[in-house]
């Protein structure tokens, strides 16, 4: 069985090499697993694309296609299913936004997956086999990733990609933060791989600096304290994300750091305590962002912090506020996003009960273009205000201000700095607010006419 595994490309590629010159990518786990996880019996033949390098040939064969689908992907994925569906071959669709939004998947698909496929994806491709494929595949309970066959990474060209070190021990998370789309598709319910499993991955792929993609890898302390002392003797570096929680446990902050962990993706999401109550991630404390910092620092640990623009108690000072915060508290790395309310989140549900939602084009969904009503300030304040930030953390002597305090290689934290510079100082290229900011101009023209 010829198998396509595709991961459509996003709105950063939305133009061929997006906003980067060259792929700044790790490679993805997704289709890699998903090959894995293939019955030998059906004798399978593979071809994986990863459409962040590399368009899909539209000519290519294959008995089945399977793609990967989040929010921001949905059309392109869509447009790939149509024309693949009308050559005669069958395609399904999963993944994040098929989880969260089936119904909006299932007339593009011969079928989808909803869930985790670690079982629904062979039975899938037995049915196929057998002619009796089904229009719908649902993650069943009980699921456990214990067991399962290693990630085939010698399919995707590891040198089209920073890294092809990326490693995953558990899914889930244990928050309910409205906006996250984890406990909206999944549940709150932590799957956990056997920590032994885990090792053994990266024994076999000899990695001695990798990724862990894990969305939040402390939510069990006894199992991340057990795969940090695991992963001591191994004398690896590795990066990971991790919420502000770690800073409260000191002995567990201590093993993590003995273990080889370099750097932590961290959502403080917002300086303004009320939009943190307002989506349910109150163990977020601003006052105490700083001593997180420096807490992990001191521990030899970047800090990689991402916030999120237009909660509701957001104002047109918000921008620069978080911005200037960011700089003084020294994060090595800071992000900033436009909190997108994807569907099927509570954000979303709520946001679509006041009539806030502006478009269900998901294209748009991608963290940094305005998709709903903000409530303290105008889509063009949103939008700008978030650009305002992203330069202002990123001008030579925000970066130089950072860069002092940074536990990271000045090289390597030079070289992190100055790519999101050139991000920032390209963000109206490729994301604006123009197809809003139209259809305003044209409400409010009509609006004069008519009065």
């Excluded at 890699?32 to 000519?59: H, K």
């Excluded at 992963?231 to 000191?250: E, F, K, M, N």
């Excluded at 709520?350 to 009539?355: I, K, P, S, V």
Aim: proline fraction near 6%.
């Amino acid at each position: 069985m010829r198998i396509a595994l595709v991961s459509p490309k996003g709105p950063l590629y939305r133009h061929r090499g997006g906003i980067f010159r060259r792929s700044l990518r790790y490679a993805p786990l997704t289709l890699t697993t998903l090959a894995s996880l293939v019955p030998p019996e059906l004798d399978p033949e593979f071809v994986l694309v990863d459409e962040g390098i590399d368009d899909v040939n539209r000519n290519l064969t294959a008995d089945v296609i399977g793609m990967t689908v989040i929010t921001g992907t949905a059309p392109r994925a869509y447009e790939l299913a149509a024309h693949f569906r009308s050559r005669g071959i069958p395609v399904v669709l999963g993944g994040p936004h098929v989880t969260l939004a089936p119904d909006d998947a299932q007339p593009h698909a011969d079928s989808i997956v909803v869930g985790y496929a670690e079982d629904t994806w062979p039975e899938l491709l037995r049915d196929l086999q057998a002619g009796r494929l089904r229009p719908r595949y649902v993650q069943a309970p009980g699921l456990s990733l214990a067991g399962r066959p290693l990630p085939r990474r010698d399919l995707l060209p590891q040198a089209r990609f920073l890294t092809n070190n990326v490693f995953e021990a558990t899914r889930g998370c244990i928050h309910n933060c409205d906006f996250c789309t984890v406990p909206a598709a999944w549940g709150r319910k932590p799957f956990q791989k056997p920590i032994e499993d885990v090792v053994a991955d990266i024994r076999h792929h000899r990695a001695r600096k990798l990724i862990f993609v894990d969305l939040n890898l402390i939510a069990d302390r006894e199992y991340a304290a057990r795969l940090f002392a695991a992963l001591t003797p191994l004398r690896v570096q590795w990066y990971g994300l991790s919420t502000v929680l770690l800073a409260d446990d000191l002995p567990l902050l201590k093993l993590a750091a003995r273990s080889g962990c370099r750097g932590l993706l961290i959502g403080f999401e917002s300086i303004v305590a009320g939009n943190l109550r307002d989506s349910s991630k109150v163990f977020n404390k601003p006052a105490h962002f700083a001593r997180v910092v420096d807490l992990l620092h001191a521990h030899g640990i970047a800090v990689y912090g991402c916030f999120v623009f237009g909660m509701d108690h957001d104002t047109p000072d918000v921008f620069l506020q978080t911005a200037r915060f960011a700089v003084e508290a020294g994060i090595d790395l800071p992000r900033f996003a436009i909190v997108t309310p994807f569907p099927g989140t509570a954000l979303y549900q709520r946001l679509d009960r006041e009539g806030r939602i502006l478009t269900r084009n998901w294209e748009l969904y991608d963290g940094q273009h305005v998709v709903f009503q903000p409530h303290g300030m105008s889509v063009r304040e949103l939008q700008e205000g978030t650009e305002r930030a992203w330069r202002y953390t990123y001008s030579i002597s925000s970066i130089a201000r950072r860069l002092k305090v940074s536990p990271a290689s000045k090289w390597i934290a030079l070289s992190a700095n100055l790519g999101y510079r050139h991000y920032a100082h390209n963000l109206e290229r490729f994301y604006n607010c123009d197809w809003i900011i139209g259809r305003e101009r044209v409400d409010d023209h009509a609006s004069r006419r008519a009065s």
